[in-house]
Structures are given as C-alpha cells and as structure tokens.
C-alpha cells in the first residue's frame, strides 16, 4: 500500500471520531500556545530594558518547568481516551486483513498530522497573543511598548522539542497499546475491566486518615514561616488522600448505598448505581484528577489574584517612608551623638538643592541579631544550636532593640524604664508575657506594647518574626554587641551585625524627582564616607525605586497564575469531557439491552441524570472542602507577601473564585449531560 493510502485512511479515521478528537486537538493547540507565551515572557529580549522586567522573567520562568512537565502528564493521560475508543476499530481493521505493521503505518501517520496541526496552529496563536501577553505586563511594570510583533527563535524551538518529545511518548505509547493486543481483545475492549472491583475498606480508610492529618495539619499551624514549609507537604498527602477516597472510597459508599434498599431499588438509581460500580476503579480515578487540577486552579487564581490587589499596600509596608538612609559602623561609635554630623549634613544638603523639606521624619539608632525563640526564652547563640542540631529555622526571629530615648522622640511619650525592664511588640511570632528572657541577659521585667515602636519595613516581608525591643538606653544595646561579637569570635562566624543609625522620611514630590534625589543621597553619601575615611557603611532605600520590584514580582504572579490557571481549567473540562464521550459509548449497549426489555426512554433520561448528578459534582464539593481547609494555611503564606486586610480579601477572592468556577462547571455539566444522553440514545432509536 502506498503511503497516501494511511494517510487518507487516518484523515477518515479521525474526521469519523470528530466528537473525541477535536477537543483532543484543540487542547494540544492551547497547550502549545500556552507554553510558547510562557517561553517567549521568560526570554523575551524587550523585558530587559524595564525596571523589575528580570523579575518579571525570573518568575514566569518558574512556569516554563511547570507548564512542559503538566503538558505532559495531561496529554499523555487524556490520549487513552482516544486510543481506548479506536482499538475496537484498529481490531476491526486486522481482522478484514490489515497486518499490525500497517497499523502501525495508520498510527504512524495520525499521529504525525494530529503533532503538526497542534504545533503549527499553536505556534501561530502562540506567536499572535504572546503579544498581548507581553503588552500586559509592560503596562503592569509602567513601560511602553511598540505593537511590533517579534519572532524568538529560542522560545519557538524549545516549544517543537518540547511537544515533538510529547507526541512521540504518546506515539510509543498507543503503539505498544496496539502491539500487544489480539484482534479479538481490541474488539472487546470497550467492554474491559467491567468486573466489578471488590469494596476496599482498608485502602479508603488510609485516604480518611491521610485526609484528615492533612486538614489537621492546615487548621493548627499558627506560625507563617512553619505555615510555607508544612503546605507542600500537606498538599501532597492531600492528592494521595483523594485519589486514595475516589477510587476505594467511592467504591464502599456504593456498595453502602446499595445496600440501603429505598434508594437502591429504584428504577434511575438502581441502573445508574450498578453501572458505577462495574467502573468505579477507573471512574474514581478520573474524578480525582478533576478534584486535584480543580483544587490547583482554585487556589491558584485566589492566591494571585489577591496578592496583585495587595500590590499597593505591600509596597507601603516595605517602604513607610519615601526615602530611608541607614549608617553603620563599629563599636559606640555609632552611638556618639555627633559621629555621623556629617551624612546627615549631607543629607540635607541634597534635600535643600532640590527644595525638598523632610516630612515625617524618623531619626533613631537600632540594633538587630538574629535568634531562636524557645518558649518564652530567645536564645542567642544560633551558631551553637546550629553545631548542636537544636537549630529550628521555623523558630527563628529577628531581635530589634532601640534604647527608649529615640523610643520617647518618636512616639510623643516620656517613658522611663528602670534597670531590668523593657517594653517589647511582637511582629509574625507568638510571645505575649510581662517577662523577657534573653540568653545571657538573664530576665527582664517586660510591657508588651500596643503597636511597633518603629517602621515594619523589613519586617513587614520578612519570613520569619520580628521581635521589638526597647531598652533602658544605649548601653544595654552595647552589652548585646559585645557579647554578639563573643559568639561570631567564639564560632569563627565572620562579623557581628552592625549597630545601625536610621534617618527615614517623607518627600513632597513625585516619584520620578525622588528616585533623581534618591541616586544623588546615594552618591553624596558614598563621596563624603571616602572623604572621612570613617569606614561608614551606608544602605539607601527608596519607595519609588522599590515599588518596581514588588509590582514585578506580584504582577508576575498574577500573570503565572493566570496562564497556569486556564492551563488547569483546560484539563478539567477535557477530562470531564472524555469522561462522559467515553462512559456515554461504553453504556450504549446496557441501556439498549434495558429499553428492550421495557425501559421507557423517560426512564432513561432519569436514570442518566441520577449518575451524572451522583458522581459529577462531587469533585466540585470535595474541591470546594480542600480549598476551605487550605485556607487558613494559605492566608498564612499570603501574610508573609502582604500586609493590611489579606484575609478578608482573600476571603472575598477565594469565595467568588469558586462561584465563578461552579457556574463553568455547570454549564459543562448539562454540554456532557446532553451528549452522554445522545451517545446512549443513538443506537437505540425506533
């Protein structure tokens, strides 16, 4: 046979089985596309002439690896649909005299134009909305872009290999499908693996009690920084649960409900129920992974979509003040009252140049060192515990002390403190007593206060918590730097953490003028450090400056989280989809066989809609359950990214996202309903 003759035999074939591979095709083009706008975002040359555009790279090719890795799974598991369904038809064809070889020819040949079509045409698209794509960001970054469209070659090429590799798989695959099988065993294989699987008690109870160890998990954490590490782990033994419950799960709630005679002896549940049960290994399956990608895109969408909300107020959080100058250098210099006349003179004068008036200014000196928190003890010596393996980093803190001098300055007041107390407020981390230990210092006599004594900043994005200190007055702070510099001397740790003078501030101009008064503080500030020869180390922080990089960082979230969030969506529908084609064709012959016998059509319909309606929407509340206890973990990690109203939000987002969802899902639903009924009619009409 000549080579035209399996290539007009697999366009027939394929144009045959439209309602199966259409979809199938559609799918492999968005996928294409997807991953293509997601390669040319990553590596696109133009990101790297705006502020926060590496950021914006850095993370959206986080989604390169994910977007390939689910591309495959998901189009190598939605391919046996297909190749389930033609085996009656490929053992039709050798047993009228079609050897295996030409099968394989056949496959060859479908598989070939199924790739080209998916890779041209997704390429195509790709290349159209990555423009789009990219427009979208640049205006999320604040940059312009012309409407130039521009071809990388980079992206285009990872994309061919990337899904070549995919259809050749998914090629070896369908061939050893074929290969190892029998004429006869292709013919009947639409009706395979219908013994009933035996009610599994033990398996279903091990997904109960992974289930409920992984909700557990999520509703008792309370510290953030243990919150991120426990929730990769708690998803993980939340997809082994579900799997675990859809497939021996709901094989014992149907054999419960079986025997429970009102309902089971009923004419729609009764046909509907014996049929699941003859599936409900496979079907179980398939209803986790709509549970699964449902869970994934839910908390996908609501996570990212509530951070770029939050954008605003994360930036003012980081940055509380439009500029902020830190100085450090060793020992009491720091603390001498004139040591720093001059940058601070600078300073000013920068500020006079440009007309600038400092507003809400906050001048203090403060010390931080990192520690453990024990109980209600903070230990100092994490190089020690680190030796010792009693290091925790989900215990970890960052120690803030201020004498209560620049306390008073900056609050109004006119504490006092006598030798042994303190005042303290803590910041992400549960302390909340009338002592403080301190390892070394013994313990103090403690006030916790209502509000921090100083600006969050660092704090307010840092992982770990933050403990406020406020002292007596500098010499305290000078005991906890001396015997820092003991431990870093003791351990062969480097340097003790500087002592640090901070001048923070307010600008009554716009942001470009102060990101100009920014660079000009930064060089001032290093030309008189050289000048004095003082060894003065200096940091510069600017609210202008810095929102670049947070509106990057979120906007590209958001961004991944869209594109990976229809990514999940499309395998959702596509395995519902493939779920009721193939389940529609595989229960043709049994409702035939029930409407000879008697069975009204009317019957027919009610008996579909009861085992849609039983199994169909169950991945939908399970979903809806995950997401309710994943909540509290989640808004855990979101606080770690962003200040200021995050749960209610979160609340809002997360709710309306699964309305939304369940409004698709239903429309989905009745398409598939309609179909299922329509496959099981179609051979049985009079």
Same mark, same amino acid.
């Given at each position: ?5 399996? @290539? ?35 590596? /696109?040359?133009?990101? !790297? ?32 649909? =297909? ?7 490929? /053992? ?76 050749? @798989? ?11 099988? !029998? ?58 649960? &579900? ?13 419960? @409900?079986? *025997?429970?005679?009102?309902?089971? $002896? ?41 951070? $770029? ?78 030796? &010792? ?17 620049? $306390? ?33 210092? /013994? ?28 002292? !007596? ?105 493939? *779920? ?19 069975? &009204? ?22 979903? /809806? ?14 606080? =770690? ?17 699964? =309305? ?27």
């Amino acid at each position: 046979m000549k080579g035209g003759f399996y @290539l007009k035999l697999a366009r027939n074939g394929m144009s045959k089985n439209w309602k199966l591979y259409v979809p199938y095709i559609l799918t492999c083009i968005c996928m294409v596309m997807m991953f293509y706008i997601v390669c040319y975002l990553a590596m /696109g040359a133009d990101f !790297r002439e705006v502020y926060g555009g590496e950021m914006v790279q850095m993370v959206i090719g986080f989604g390169v690896s994910v977007i390939g890795v689910f591309s495959l799974i998901f189009l190598y598991y939605t391919n046996s649909f =297909l190749i389930r369904r033609r085996q009656k038809e490929f /053992g039709l064809y050798n047993i009228l005299g079609m050897g295996k070889r030409s099968l394989v020819k056949l496959l060859v040949c479908e598989n070939l134009i199924l790739s080209a079509v998916s890779i041209a045409a997704g390429l195509v698209l790709g290349i159209l909305f990555s423009k789009l794509a990219e427009m979208a960001a640049m205006k999320m970054l604040g940059g312009e872009i012309g409407f130039d469209i521009h071809v990388a070659a980079a992206p285009v090429l990872y994309t061919i290999a990337l899904f070549l590799l995919i259809f050749m @798989l998914i090629m070896v695959r369908m061939l050893y499908a074929i290969l190892r099988l !029998r004429p006869v065993e292709m013919l009947k294989s639409e009706s395979a693996g219908e013994k009933p699987p035996k009610t599994n008690w033990a398996l279903a109870l091990i997904g109960l009690a992974i289930m409920a160890v992984a909700y557990y998990l999520a509703v008792s954490i309370e510290d953030p920084m243990t919150a991120m590490l426990t929730f990769f782990i708690a998803v993980i033994m939340v997809i082994v649960a &579900t799997y675990l419950l859809f497939i021996a799960g709901s094989v014992a709630l149907c054999r419960t @409900l079986q *025997k429970n005679k009102k309902y089971y $002896y009923k004419t729609n549940h009764f046909v509907s129920l014996s049929s699941m049960i003859y599936r409900m290994k496979r079907n179980g399956a398939g209803l986790a992974s709509i549970c699964i990608l449902s869970t994934m895109m839910l908390v996908t969408i609501s996570s990212t979509v509530c951070l $770029y909300a939050q954008n605003e107020n994360a930036i003012n959080a980081r940055y509380p003040h439009d500029i902020s100058v830190r100085l450090s250098a060793g020992g009491g210099m720091m603390f001498d009252s004139g040591a720093m006349d001059s940058y601070f003179g600078a300073v000013d004068e920068v500020l006079a140049e440009y007309g600038q008036t400092p507003e809400n200014a906050e001048q203090y000196r403060s010390y931080t060192i990192s520690a453990m928190q024990s109980g209600e003890k903070i230990l100092l010596d994490i190089y020690g515990l680190d030796e &010792t393996g009693d290091w925790d980093y989900t215990k970890a803190v960052s120690v803030n002390i201020i004498p209560l001098e620049d $306390y008073n300055r900056l609050s109004g007041e006119d504490r006092e403190l006598a030798e042994g107390e303190v005042l303290y407020y803590p910041h992400n981390m549960n302390y909340d007593g009338d002592t403080l230990s301190m390892e070394h210092f /013994g313990t103090w006599k403690a006030e916790r206060l209502k509000s921090s004594p100083i600006s969050l900043e660092d704090a307010a994005v840092d992982m770990i918590g933050t403990l406020f200190v406020v002292v !007596r007055d500098t010499s305290v702070i000078d005991e906890v730097y001396q015997y820092e510099i003991e431990l870093t001397e003791k351990n062969n740790a480097g340097y003790a953490q500087p002592l640090f003078q901070c001048y923070d501030f307010d600008l009554g101009c716009d942001e470009d003028t102060q990101i100009e008064i920014y660079n000009d503080l930064y060089e001032r500030i290093a030309q008189t450090a050289e000048e004095s020869q003082d060894q003065v180390s200096y940091m510069l922080e600017s609210r202008a400056q810095g929102r670049g990089d947070i509106t990057a960082l979120y906007g590209a979230l958001f961004f991944l989280g869209m594109l990976l969030g229809a990514v999940f969506l499309f395998g959702t529908v596509l395995i519902i989809y493939y *779920k009721q084609i193939s389940e529609g064709y595989e229960d043709q012959g049994r409702f035939g066989i029930l409407m000879k016998v008697g069975m &009204t059509r009317r019957e027919v319909k009610k008996s579909i809609n009861s085992q849609v309606l039983t199994v169909f929407f169950l991945p939908l509340l399970v979903a /809806g359950l995950h997401l309710g206890f994943a909540f509290p973990l989640i808004s855990k990690i979101l606080g =770690l990214m962003a200040t200021g109203g995050t749960v209610k939000l979160l609340i809002n987002v997360t709710i309306g996202c699964y =309305l939304i969802f369940a409004f698709f899902y239903v429309v989905v639903y009745m398409v598939t309903s309609k179909n299922y009924y329509i496959i099981v009619n179609s051979s049985n009409r009079k």
